[in-house]
């Protein structure tokens, strides 16, 4: 009579953990590896881009990121169109960084949308805040050691369609650690962008993300700093 041994039982055991590995992976999203090394250009726009000049709302030029994961909750006049696009958007960081992890959570939001009357958004931002354009604002808070805690960014009820889409997208690359704007036409961070289209992240914006959120490249580094590791990492050409 046939009966199982211990080889069937370990090539059962191994053949299950092979598919536990393979589910773990097809769920876990795909992250864009780091490449061998970036140009002087990417470092420089990644420096640039992360390194608040006018943003940091102290006044230093130190690298501004988060360490924790980012919990994203709507608030006011939020539209299905609206999640899609804050997801969306959460999606491609997620390919683009291991951590911080970034999801829509109600609890303890540290990433909060307000969709709320134009006349409102003034009212709301306090003194320690960043207007932008005629429309979106930000409001960052940022603590003594370089890290952000806490984004919220208000988008006028009032902005409909592409201009809408392309606010959210242009303030949430803001309050992921993108500071400052670019040249880049087709970039959310472009000059202007509120009145252009973009579809996703420009691949200098991806090189940003990429290079600020490595774990060796810390908040409040200076620019000099955060070159410095970079160099000794072997990652600038
Ligand atoms: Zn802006």
Excluded at 10 to 21: E, M, W
Excluded at 67 to 86: F, L, N, P, S, W
Excluded at 181 to 194: D, M, V
Aim: net charge positive; proline share 5%; aromatic share 12%.
């Amino acid at each position: 009579m046939f009966k199982f041994g211990p080889g069937y039982r370990s090539s059962l055991i191994l053949s299950l953990c092979v598919l536990l590995v393979f589910i773990a992976l097809a769920r876990a999203p795909y992250v864009t590896p780091l490449k061998k090394n970036y140009t002087p250009q990417e470092v420089r726009h990644f420096l640039h881009t992360s390194i608040g000049t006018g943003w940091d709302l102290y006044g230093r030029e130190r690298i501004i990121k988060w360490t924790g994961d980012i919990r994203i909750r709507c608030y006011g006049e939020v539209e299905a169109a609206d999640v899609k696009t804050i997801n969306y958007i959460a999606y491609q960081f997620k390919r683009l960084t291991k951590r911080p992890g970034i999801a829509m959570n109600d609890e303890n939001a540290n990433m909060k949308f307000f969709f709320i009357p134009e006349e409102q958004i003034t009212f709301h931002l306090g003194d320690k805040h960043e207007r932008e354009f005629e429309y979106g604002a930000i409001c960052k808070p940022i603590d003594k050691n370089g890290v952000l805690v806490e984004a919220k960014i208000f988008i006028p009820a009032e902005a409909r369609g592409e201009r809408r889409d392309m606010l959210i997208k242009h303030e949430m690359a803001h309050c992921l650690g993108l500071m400052n704007h670019n040249k880049y036409p087709g970039s959310y961070l472009y000059q202007g962008s509120e009145h252009s289209q973009a579809r996703a992240f420009h691949a200098m914006d991806k090189v940003a993300l990429q290079l600020l959120y490595i774990p060796a490249v810390k908040p409040n580094m200076s620019w000099q700093q955060a070159e410095e590791v970079l160099r000794t990492k072997g990652l600038i050409k």
